[in-house]
């Protein structure tokens, strides 16, 4: 019976290792998609080496023509779905490459368009090695030598173990199957106890009882991953096809291997730390009492795992969610340009440009083509303590392309009366108001001729972090709406905004032609606002769902485990708790001094683990301790009747 339990427990596990292997293969592909034969990732950031977007394209596609490394951009389809990627050779293009593919997961079919797409976008980012790879070594080393700075990937499976080994979702996952199967072992050799105490005292070879003990497990491990595996590889390749039927059943059976290895090598040392001794047997102590220092060790094990996890999966929930709602929103900034300046630009050059980029903006202003996004953090403005996590400028623009058309009050965002800002706030903002406005005289009138909102939902309205341009969602935000910004900031102030990406333009062909009206064609570049952010906010969702396993595997570690520490207990105390029940006591009185121990323990566990994670994730974290308790309870008095059950029908 109880090595069917244990086949049916792993089945169950190994159909779990299978979602997770179908994820890593995902992840995989996401990486190195094999559809295009990409066999290496770089991560180029053209920042330090000087070099315009324009000219960096242009030695990529060089480099890549040259060596034959057929290198790939990977950009975001901001034109149709947001979860899709667009892939375009910086080099001649590889007639090779197909016009559309499909992955291993179910995100939308990659997409593969000419170089012309790159015409505004980032040089900095993503590419793949779809070519040879020769030549790759000295490519990086020259790409290096010009200042450009390289991260280079390659899609081989020690790059891949160690990428998966540092996501700290992987990690908890095959701990949480370790502690599944530490339990297994120690349920099997709970069983197996008082078998091999009659076995030693009959005389048999220490290493005979072993070796049939741990075979058996072993076999009771290893069968149920013959069928998850095929049904597993059945099921991709119905779904998928057979292009990634290799990588996935690799992966499947490098972790079932993991797991066996492991539970067969600690039941291995808890058998021989539990070995039954001659005088235990003559004093007629119960074999399975070896085992109780091991039961409580993976009991308490899994536990601190459980109380670690149970934090950051409720994070990971959290910031599913968010990364859903970071995607939803760069996506609303699709036909949205940034302006990229020419690098190493000097503070005179700098100069230079404001006046004929503050006309581009008042132009583009004046037409409603600009939208302005300007948050600070309270600290950056000297102000220690705040209610508010962002202090924001924005304009209406920004309200409309973020919340639709901001007529009526949404949930989480209110209008409030600028009187409402507090005087340290605007006390802090007033130095810089006179450095920002067109007028510097007017800053005391400032809050006159603005709006002002209160954001207390972290959904209601996105910002741009200053300096950075990247989306924040803040938890409490102050936003000051500026009806026209090219009217009431100076030009320094309107060119330092386009410059961070915290002031953009709406329409690649308007923009441009507001640029060339104004002698920027040529020195300032556009480019698209939101590719990054849609990559990020892509690559996010995984990790939430990586977790959740983790965290359901840990649940049934930790029961397993529970269920059998409580077993071992009721058998080494039968003996005080048998007269005890037949004089009427209770079973949560009989069973409250060990209870009580183990609470006390869980208390001490949940302690440290808030001490190290902080408060930020006390709910989920003394949920978890609260569960735990009362498993621990439950667990005691069903195991402490069973026993004493069995004892009144001789069957002990």
Do not use: C
């Not at 012309?116 to 900095?124: D, I, K, N, R, W």
């Not at 991953?225 to 292009?243: I, L, M, R, W």
């Not at 006390?427 to 002002?452: D, H, I, K, S, Y």
């Amino acid at each position: 019976m109880y090595l069917r339990i244990i086949a049916t427990v792993t089945t169950v596990l190994f159909a779990l290792l299978a979602v997770v292997a179908s994820v890593m293969t995902d992840l995989q592909d996401r990486s190195f998609p094999r559809a295009l034969g990409a066999t290496s990732a770089l991560s180029l950031d053209f920042e330090p080496s000087g070099l315009s977007d324009s000219e960096a394209l242009g030695l990529l596609g060089r480099v890549s023509d040259e060596a034959g490394l057929g290198l790939v951009r990977i950009l975001p389809d901001l034109a149709g779905d947001s979860d899709g990627l667009v892939f375009v050779p910086v080099g001649k293009t590889d007639p090779r490459l197909p016009t559309r593919f499909s992955w291993f997961g179910d995100q939308p079919d990659g997409v593969v368009k000419g170089p012309e797409t790159l015409a505004h976008s980032f040089a900095t980012g993503q590419y793949l090695v779809t070519g040879s790879t020769a030549e790759l070594d000295g490519t990086v080393m020259s790409l290096e030598t010009s200042g450009v700075l390289v991260r280079r990937v390659d899609a081989t499976t020690g790059q891949t173990a160690s990428f998966l080994v540092r996501q700290e979702s992987f990690r908890t996952t095959m701990l949480a199957s370790a502690a599944l199967m530490l339990a297994l072992a120690l349920l099997w050799l709970s069983v197996r106890a008082r078998g091999r105490a009659l076995r030693v005292l009959a005389g048999v070879r220490p290493g005979r009882i072993q070796l049939e003990d741990i075979g058996r497990l072993a076999v009771a491990l290893l069968l149920p991953a013959v069928p998850v595996t095929g049904v597993a590889a059945a099921v991709v390749a119905a779904s998928t096809g057979t292009t990634w039927l290799v990588p996935f059943v690799s992966t499947l059976v490098a972790l079932e291997l993991f797991v066996v290895v492991v539970t067969v090598v600690s039941a291995v040392l808890m058998s021989f730390a539990a070995w039954p001794k001659v005088a235990m047997i003559a004093d007629r102590v119960p074999a399975v009492r070896g085992l109780r220092q091991s039961s409580a060790a993976v009991k308490a094990a899994t536990f601190l795992l459980v109380v670690l996890t149970a934090g950051p999966a409720s994070w990971a929930y959290q910031e599913a969610h968010v990364a859903a709602e970071q995607e939803a929103r760069w996506k609303s900034l699709a036909d949205q340009m940034a302006l990229r300046f020419p690098a190493g630009l000097s503070e005179e050059g700098f100069v230079a440009l404001a006046g004929q980029v503050g006309k581009a903006v008042s132009d583009a202003d004046s037409d409603g083509r600009v939208a302005l996004s300007y948050a600070l953090d309270p600290h950056e403005l000297g102000v220690e303590r705040s209610d508010v996590e962002r202090v924001a400028l924005v304009n209406p623009t920004w309200l409309e392309l973020m919340r639709g058309p901001a007529s009526a009050t949404s949930s989480g965002l209110a209008r409030v009366s600028p009187a409402t800002v507090p005087g340290s706030l605007r006390a802090a903002l007033e130095p810089n108001l006179t450095l920002w406005l067109r007028e510097p005289g007017a800053a005391q009138g400032f809050w006159t001729t603005v709006e002002v909102w209160q954001a207390t939902d972290p959904n209601a309205l996105p910002l741009a972090a200053a300096g950075s341009g990247d989306l924040v969602f803040p938890q409490r935000s102050l936003i000051v709406v500026v009806p026209e910004p090219a009217t009431t900031f100076n030009d320094d102030f309107l060119a330092s905004l386009a410059s961070s990406s915290n002031l953009i333009f709406s329409g690649l062909a308007e923009t441009t032609n507001v640029l060339r009206e104004h002698g920027l064609a040529g020195t300032v570049q556009v480019k698209l606002a939101a590719e990054d952010g849609v990559l990020r906010a892509q690559f996010a969702a995984h990790e939430a769902w990586l977790r959740g396993v983790a965290l359901l595997a840990l649940i049934v570690a930790f029961v397993l485990s529970l269920g059998v520490s409580a077993a071992i207990s009721a058998l080494v105390s039968a003996r005080r708790d048998y007269p005890l029940r037949l004089a009427g006591r209770t079973w949560t009185a009989i069973v409250a001094p060990r209870v009580s121990r183990e609470w006390v323990l869980g208390t001490v566990i949940v302690g440290v683990v808030l001490a190290s994670q902080g408060l930020d994730t006390w709910v989920p974290t003394v949920g978890a301790l609260g569960l735990g308790l009362l498993g621990t309870a439950l667990g005691h008095i069903a195991a402490a009747s069973l026993v004493f059950r069995r004892l009144v029908n001789r069957q002990l």
